[in-house]
């Protein structure tokens, strides 16, 4: 069963406009959230991430929204730009963990 | 400020041959992380090094699969006996401080395909 679910497997947004990625987790013991930018044949590298002491965080034109008590996230990108093209991983962690939980990633398309 | 290396980058294996996969975190990063990533999926936990200490390895699929980090800074992935569903990407990835709850810095895979 998985934990942490990304539900659209792609997403396509003109240049300009707002992204938004969605994330939802089942296991109520994270309480930290990232997110990853892979594009291929290149590693996850990480953009942004948020604990639940906090509902928002933003770092320049990405923002990341938790609503704990509905278990979701989303990341948000305003303007996106055509190099923001790429698969995008939501993962959760909590403080036993060993391990990032990842979801299986939006593919995020954005045309000029 | 180097990043985390992998190699080989690519590794085409007959099926039943041992790998060998290297990772080298960034300097002084205390935590090691490997990940297998089958596709269309999310990069799924394999095993956690603290230092030299192998403290988690629960997500290794077999016993086939065998991780050490005898210093505490180089890790190599070891798979014996390679089977066709061990295809698949396999990421190292480091963090600075113990544990998982900390962003982790991934380098840019092994592509291992068993035929």
């Known amino acids: 069963d998985q934990q942490v679910k990304q539900n659209s497997p792609s997403l396509s947004v003109q240049e300009g406009r707002i992204s938004i990625l969605n994330c939802d987790y089942t296991?109520?013991?994270?309480?930290?959230f990232l997110w990853y930018k892979k594009y291929p044949a290149e590693g996850p590298t990480f953009l942004i991430s948020?604990?639940?002491?906090?509902d928002k965080n933003e770092d320049g034109r990405f923002t990341v929204f938790l609503n704990k008590s509905a278990k979701h996230l989303s990341l948000h990108i305003v303007p996106s730009q055509p190099g923001d093209s790429a698969v995008y991983f939501c993962?959760?962690?909590?403080?036993?963990?060993?391990?990032?939980?990842f979801g299986k990633g939006t593919t995020l398309s954005v045309s000029s | 400020g180097a990043g985390v290396s992998q190699s080989p980058r690519y590794k085409v294996a007959k099926r039943g041959q041992d790998v060998a996969l290297r990772c080298d975190p960034i300097?002084?990063?205390?935590?090691l992380f490997w990940y297998q990533q089958a596709l269309g999926q999310g990069p799924e936990f394999l095993t956690y090094?603290?230092?030299?200490?192998?403290?988690?390895k629960s997500g290794l699929p077999s016993d086939r699969f065998f991780a050490e980090r005898p210093e505490g800074s180089v890790s190599t992935l070891k798979i014996q006996r390679t089977q066709q569903e061990d295809s698949a990407v396999y990421l190292c990835?480091?963090?600075?401080?113990?544990?998982?709850?900390?962003?982790?810095?991934f380098g840019p895979g092994t592509r291992l395909t068993v035929t």
């Open positions: 990835a480091s963090s600075l401080v113990p544990g998982g709850y900390y962003e982790q810095y």
């Open positions: 296991n109520s013991m994270f309480d930290y």
């Open positions: 948020i604990s639940s002491i906090k």
């Open positions: 993962a959760a962690s909590d403080q036993a963990g060993t391990a990032l939980i």
């Open positions: 300097s002084g990063h205390v935590s």
């Open positions: 090094f603290q230092n030299e200490a192998q403290l988690d």
